[in-house]
């Protein structure tokens, strides 16, 4: 069984920068697609960003130029770093494989206010 912790949420100003990380366990980590997802009350998850087993980097279109995502095959760990960060940026990410797993993690709040 495939589990995720997500960490490094929190509050920042806008402007500011936040480092996402995500541990996975029970997997071969390194053979994965990592995708980064976020999910605000009442809507779907949306893709954030994704890194191939490869570590080729593809992002969406409202976060390309600001959110960098990085992977450590030796810790199965990916992390997302977020910088210039909006008020649109508040919601809860997750991390998951491509295609996902069917357990996801909890999560990590981010809230983007001044």
Do not use: H
């Not at 990592?34 to 809507?43: D, N, S």
């Amino acid at each position: 069984q495939v589990q995720f912790v997500e960490s490094g949420g929190g509050l920042v100003q806008p402007g500011g920068s936040l480092r996402l990380s995500c541990a996975a366990s029970g997997t071969i980590f390194r053979l994965y697609t990592m995708v980064w997802y976020r999910q605000a009350p009442g809507k779907q998850r949306e893709f954030v960003g994704g890194t191939s087993a490869t570590a080729i980097a593809n992002y969406a279109d409202s976060v390309k130029g600001r959110f960098t995502i990085s992977r450590d095959n030796a810790k199965n760990t990916v992390y997302l770093q977020m910088n210039s960060l909006k008020p649109e940026d508040t919601v809860v990410y997750y991390c998951n494989t491509s295609p996902p797993q069917t357990d996801w993690g909890q999560g990590t709040q981010v809230t983007v206010s001044s």
